[in-house]
């Protein structure tokens, strides 16, 4: 049985996990600022943890359409990893990744194909960036899925980390990071939200590979 | 309708003529409406998983589709309505995330929502006079006491009534 309650973690604990938050978050937009080639800041990353009622509110309305992809973790540690953007920005992102080129369609919250496969690329990336600092930080082997997206309303696809938390306990690990592209300017922000949710063993794992 | 009282996951609510009840983008989570059509008494239950007995940390009985419907049932006896009068109503369960035939523990956790309402409302003798349940997208729910529908509200999709 697992020896982490996350109701009652120590700082300890809670410090180290949102370093690795920090950092993975860290690479990931790495990742996607040479995938875009050019200049990507990133925001202070927060941790939260936040009761399931609060879970959807963080990132907007409860009915907001977002688009998330999702990616299955396997191997050492065993969880899913969530990439959440807003439509417009997941419009934006493809345009740049493709130079111009990308044939947006009209439609706010519809993707045709070609968009829809540079999306999940760029889940992939920014996801396989995020792991692998953790992979060589803990030292434990990450494996994880190909990515699948879904574009839907901020709640139903929220649900997915939500209920994977809500067998273990009764709030959400929330690690959030804001991207800001200089090139794109102020009102088309590239902003995008991470969440990683490990299987309740699978933070011993992570704890105990450092030591904690 | 009166008022709406809103229900988060992992809650539930209750309510009486004319108010309504709802609850924003069930996704996998199931949505139970109870109701008692002679004295119009109503809940509405969003539960996240099918089976309190297998989880460790199971002390908010709204998260489960077992603990969840009695709690929901007994709250509304208490206001008057009758159990075996009780018709219900479920939406959600939906699979939010698949890739090709790969589904495992995590994607098809909407389907055994749905699987386990479907048995605890059975054992509790409640009928189940409609659903729209699976697929793989999400739904607000909104329910009139008054009339005893169920609005459904999706994403690129037409409202529809249950």
């Known amino acids: 049985m697992s020896k982490i309650d996350l109701n009652d973690m120590s700082s300890m604990q809670y410090d180290v996990l949102r370093e690795l938050g920090n950092i993975g978050a860290g690479n990931a937009t790495t990742a996607l600022s040479q995938m875009l080639n050019t200049k990507v800041d990133i925001g202070v990353p927060q941790v939260k943890l936040l009761g399931f009622d609060e879970l959807p509110t963080v990132i907007g309305n409860e009915e907001d359409v977002m688009v998330g992809i999702l990616l299955m973790l396997c191997g050492d540690v065993d969880g899913i990893m969530m990439f959440l953007m807003d439509p417009k920005v997941a419009k934006n992102l493809v345009d740049h990744l493709m130079g111009g080129c990308g044939m947006p369609s009209n439609e706010d919250n519809s993707f045709n194909e070609i968009e829809r496969s540079a999306?999940?690329?760029?889940g992939n990336i920014i996801a396989g960036a995020y792991l692998r600092s953790l992979g060589e930080l803990t030292n434990l082997t990450l494996d994880v899925s190909i990515p699948m997206l879904q574009v839907d309303m901020a709640a139903a696809i929220l649900d997915v980390p939500a209920i994977q938390f809500g067998k273990i306990g009764d709030k959400v690990l929330l690690i959030e990071t804001a991207f800001d592209d200089e090139k794109v300017g102020k009102e088309l922000d590239i902003k995008g939200y991470y969440i990683l949710v490990p299987e309740l063993e699978s933070y011993d794992k992570i704890l105990s590979s450092l030591g904690v | 309708m009166g008022e709406i009282i809103k229900v988060g996951m992992a809650d539930l609510k209750t309510c009486t003529m004319p108010d309504g009840l709802t609850t924003l983008g069930l996704g996998s989570c199931v949505g139970v409406v109870l109701y008692d059509p002679v004295t119009k008494v109503s809940g509405l239950l969003h539960l996240m998983l099918p089976d309190s007995t297998r989880i460790k940390n199971n002390q908010n009985v709204a998260k489960f589709a077992d603990t969840g419907i009695?709690?929901?049932c007994e709250q509304m006896k208490k206001m008057g309505a009758v159990q075996s009068r009780l018709v219900a109503k479920i939406a959600g369960g939906?699979?939010?995330?698949?890739?090709g035939n790969n589904t495992n523990d995590i994607m098809s956790v909407g389907k055994k929502n749905v699987e386990a309402?479907?048995?605890?409302?059975a054992r509790m003798g409640i009928k189940l006079v409609a659903e729209d349940t699976g697929l793989n997208y999400g739904r607000t729910i909104i329910f009139d006491s008054v009339t005893g529908k169920l609005m459904i509200r999706s994403v690129g999709k037409q409202d529809k009534e249950i």
């Open chain 2, 70 to 72: 009695v709690e929901l």
């Open chain 1, 119 to 122: 999306i999940m690329e760029i």
């Open chain 2, 117 to 121: 309402t479907k048995t605890i409302l």
């Open chain 2, 94 to 99: 939906a699979q939010m995330f698949s890739f």
